[in-house]
């Protein structure tokens, strides 16, 4: 069984950066990443609804093993498709 993703603060700003770059201009700040996803993990299993799914979902997954997340909305846009999904 694989086991829960608990970096230390510096390991998760490495991870936090890494989102950022891959983002680019969208998203938010480091700072703000860095204390969200520090709050996901520090509360993990939880149940959350997001809104979007981006770079940060991969990294989000990770932090809360054993919690779900949910997107926002029951359709999402994947590259230039639309996929529909139901809940």
């Given at each position: 069984?694989?086991?829960?993703?608990?970096?230390?603060?510096?390991?998760?700003?490495?991870?936090?950066?890494?989102?950022?770059?891959?983002?680019?201009?969208?998203?938010?700040?480091?700072?703000?990443?860095?204390?969200?996803?520090?709050?996901?993990r520090?509360?993990a299993?939880?149940?959350?609804?997001?809104?979007?799914?981006?770079?940060d979902?991969?990294?989000?997954?990770?932090?809360?093993?054993?919690?779900?997340?949910?997107?926002?909305?029951?359709?999402?846009?994947?590259?230039?498709?639309?996929?529909?999904?139901?809940?």
């Amino acid at each position: 069984m694989a086991e829960a993703y608990r970096p230390n603060d510096a390991e998760l700003l490495l991870e936090v950066q890494k989102v950022k770059e891959l983002s680019g201009w969208s998203g938010m700040m480091p700072e703000e990443y860095f204390y969200w996803m520090k709050y996901v993990r520090d509360h993990a299993p939880q149940r959350l609804l997001i809104w979007g799914l981006g770079f940060d979902s991969i990294l989000i997954d990770k932090l809360n093993w054993g919690g779900g997340l949910r997107p926002s909305s029951n359709s999402m846009q994947i590259g230039s498709k639309r996929q529909r999904t139901e809940y």
